[in-house]
Antibody, heavy 121, light 110 residues
Framework: EVQLVQSGAEVKKPGESLKISCKGS????????IGWVRQMPGKGLEWMGI????????RYSPSFQGQVTISADKSISTAYLQWSSLKASDTAMYYC??????????????WGQGTLVTVSS | QSALTQPASVSGSPGQSITISCTGT?????????VSWYQQHPGKAPKLMIY???NRPSGVSNRFSGSKSGNTASLTISGLQAEDEADYYC??????????FGGGTKLTVL
């Protein structure tokens, strides 16, 4: 069974750093893309970026380029989303999701449960 | 990269059919057969309903179907049921080798 299990909710202060995780199981982690999606409170889905753990090929939405870093550790089948300096506007639910096999065409077929990040002074 | 354009809301009665549109450009929807649709119930993670314009993942009801004409993709739900009430999002692969979502459509079953 394919599963993506995300790390727990976080409460941080502006300016702090954060790294959240997404552990994949039940499939070949290195052969499928893993994407990150933001959903701000009461708002729609925003595609942030995606990584292919097999070779670490990473793509970012222009809206998130330079704002976050996506990485993966294939030895433990885990993808990460990190911030070096959080802002209040980063408060949102963040989902990881499995993408295509090998070639990026864009669909996300299995989703994690979401990680709620709250940034408040 | 601009978000794809979806109607903010649509509604229909049980048993009816509804269609949600998703309009992009020749650089995304019109340029690739890589449009996906997602259903999201409140407080839940999104669920893939359609991929590559018209393909249904295993387990998704055949009441859900997708199509595309030019720069506009569509999701049709036939035989509307109360459980279909949710938010729906389209997405498309783009010429920048990234993906963009639509703004989302709230479906109300009357």
């Amino acid at each position: 069974e394919v599963q993506l299990v995300q790390s727990g909710a976080e409460v941080k202060k502006p300016g702090e750093s954060l790294k959240i995780s997404c552990k994949g199981s039940g499939y070949s982690f290195t052969s499928y893309w893993i994407g990150w999606v933001r959903q701000m409170p009461g708002k729609g889905l925003e595609w942030m970026g995606i990584i292919y753990p097999g070779d670490s090929d990473t793509r970012y939405s222009p809206s998130f380029q330079g704002q976050v870093t996506i990485s993966a550790d294939k030895s433990i089948s885990t993808a990460y989303l990190q911030w070096s300096s959080l802002k209040a506007s980063d408060t949102a639910m963040y989902y990881c999701a499995r993408g295509d096999y090998d070639i990026l065409t864009g669909y996300l077929d299995y989703w994690g449960q979401g990680t709620l990040v709250t940034v408040s002074s | 990269q601009s978000a794809l354009t979806q109607p903010a809301s649509v509604s229909g009665s049980p048993g009816q059919s509804i269609t949600i549109s998703c309009t992009g450009t020749s650089s995304d929807v019109g340029g690739y057969n890589y449009v996906s649709w997602y259903q999201q119930h409140p407080g839940k993670a999104p669920k893939l309903m359609i991929y590559e314009v018209s393909n249904r993942p295993s387990g998704v009801s055949n009441r859900f179907s997708g199509s595309k004409s030019g720069n506009t993709a569509s999701l049709t739900i036939s035989g509307l049921q109360a459980e279909d009430e949710a938010d729906y999002y389209c997405s498309s692969y783009t010429s920048s080798s990234i993906v963009v979502f639509g703004g989302g459509t709230k479906l109300t079953v009357l």
